[in-house]
């Protein structure tokens, strides 16, 4: 199976600051098709996961504009502008490429 | 709006068994690929399987620590997904969620339900 390597695994971020998160994965997530599935997702505490960022960079309808991911290949990366208190949770990228579909360990973002 | 919501969790012997189901509503259900994840509390996600639509033969795959001992099923003349467990053991306990494969091209799991909670314990 496919290693999704995630860091950091926690980040402490001021409010208004951006912050980063980078995914390595163990293998090329370009599909015999030619596209990159790399999602990432936000899950709050008690809720579940909610899609941000699909397809390496596209923005799920509702995200906000803060949030974006690029990369290609084996490293992606998802970036947040400027932090809001709301943004706090867990973070976690998610490979679609091949099978079995594998999550990132996730990052824990804190605001400082 | 689209909504999954998970039933059929609760309390199981090891080696029992236990059926998810999933309800769905807000989109075309039969148009939509379904996947089944879950989590264990306070740790990360882990993907179990999908299920393809009609066109597709109703295609599955499932990640092989469930595969044999799980089958992911639906219909969709209900709106409704299925996750049948068999031979459960202490490891599969977790929050068991049903999702939406993104429904506009490429892939994401675009809408999640709240999850059950399974938990196999003696």
């Known amino acids: 199976d496919i290693v999704m390597t995630q860091t950091p695994l926690s980040s402490l971020v001021t409010l208004g600051q951006p912050a980063s998160i980078s995914c390595r994965s163990s293998?090329?997530?370009?599909?015999?098709?030619?596209?990159?599935?790399m999602s990432w997702l936000h899950q709050r505490p008690g809720q579940p996961p909610r899609l941000l960022i699909y397809?390496?960079?596209s923005r799920f309808p509702g995200v906000p504009d803060r949030f974006s991911g690029s990369g290609a290949g084996t490293d992606f990366t998802l970036k947040i502008s400027r932090v809001e208190a709301e943004d706090v949770g867990l973070y976690y990228c998610?490979?679609?490429?091949?099978?079995?579909?594998?999550f990132g360990q996730g990052t824990k973002l804190e605001i400082k | 709006e689209v909504q999954l919501v998970e039933s059929g969790g609760g309390l199981v012997q090891p080696g029992g068994s236990l059926k998810l189901s999933c309800t769905s509503s807000?989109?075309?259900?039969?148009?939509?690929?379904i996947h089944w994840v879950r989590q264990i509390p306070g740790k990360g996600l882990e993907w179990i399987g999908r299920?393809?639509?009609?066109?597709?033969?109703?295609?599955?795959v499932h990640t092989a620590s469930v595969r044999g001992r799980f089958t992911i099923s639906r219909d969709d003349s209900n709106n409704m997904a299925y996750l049948e467990m068999n031979s459960l053991k202490t490891e599969d306990t977790a929050v068991y969620y049903c999702?939406?494969?993104?429904?506009?091209?490429?892939?994401?799991?675009?809408?999640w339900g709240h999850g059950t909670l399974v938990t196999v314990s003696s």
């Open positions: 999702v939406r494969h993104i429904s506009f091209g490429g892939s994401g799991l675009d809408y």
């Open positions: 807000g989109f075309i259900f039969s148009d939509s690929v």
């Open positions: 299920i393809r639509t009609k066109d597709n033969s109703y295609a599955t």
């Open positions: 293998e090329s997530l370009v599909h015999n098709d030619g596209n990159t599935y």
């Open positions: 397809d390496v960079s």
């Open positions: 998610m490979q679609g490429t091949h099978f079995p579909f594998i």
